[in-house]
């Protein structure tokens, strides 16, 4: 009896180390994994890097992203992604990426959220034109985000999204 009860308490610690060195990602992986998740059209798993405060603004990218043509959205599927550049100050990050198909690299923001690195991301982020509402509070309407010209006798154009 005595060497089942040694077998279970070895076995039990052995548990309980390999729990306590579960390794946390890095910011460099949670925004590969994010960016892969945009890639692929997966906005829930997008969703599962981001912070709270950035679930609403996934929710726009994917409806800008339901517009896409076939060939675009192949484009995006097929692009390189790769971390070039990565600092990080506490429980902030910035993580630069290359994007082969935008050619162009892109500045991801990160914060600690329960000790987990999220993706940051703002209406400004994805819509280069984004005017926050007076009232914080109200719910997003088309208005706030992208202004009426008024110098230009009232048409509107809309920013081009990579």
Known sequence: MTNYFRIFTLALLATLFFSACKKRAT?????????????????????????????????????????RSDAEREKIKNARIEVVNMEENGDKAAVTILNSSAHQKEVLQLVKESGQWKISLTFESIIPNYIPPANAGTALDSTAVVPADTASGGSMTVPAVK
């Not at 949670?30 to 997966?42: G, K, P, Y």
């Open 27 to 67: 910011p460099q992986e949670v925004a590969l994994a994010f960016m892969h998740a945009i890639q692929d059209s997966n906005f829930d798993q997008a969703r599962d890097y981001a912070t709270k405060e950035s679930q609403q603004v996934i929710q726009l990218y994917s409806f800008f992203d339901a517009r």
